[in-house]
């Protein structure tokens, strides 16, 4: 990971058999400035499962309506503002 931090927040619902989850959070440089436009996936360690979402002008973003499990995030955005190329894997 070179320049970017990724803050994760998970929602849970309280509720049988339907839970979904939320996964969300901003995008940072190494400055604390928000990156627009990283596309965030967000992969199930038991089926394999992907879902996308990209970062907003703020930095956030979020993926709802997931199943219950354990999830690793990855985001890529192909150039920030500095000109420098980065990537982050979680």
Not at 7 to 36: M, Y
Not at 42 to 54: D, F, H
Not at 62 to 73: A, I, Q, T
């Amino acid at each position: 990971m070179r320049g970017a931090y990724f803050t994760v927040g998970l929602l849970f619902a309280a509720c049988p058999a339907l839970c979904q989850t939320s996964i969300f959070g901003t995008v940072r440089d190494v400055r604390s400035e928000p990156l627009l436009s990283v596309e965030v996936q967000v992969q199930s360690e038991s089926t394999g499962a992907r879902w996308k979402s990209e970062s907003d002008d703020s930095g956030r973003y979020s993926v709802n309506g997931l199943p219950p499990d354990r999830y690793k995030s990855d985001g890529e955005a192909p150039r920030i503002s500095h000109g420098f190329p980065w990537r982050y894997g979680g």
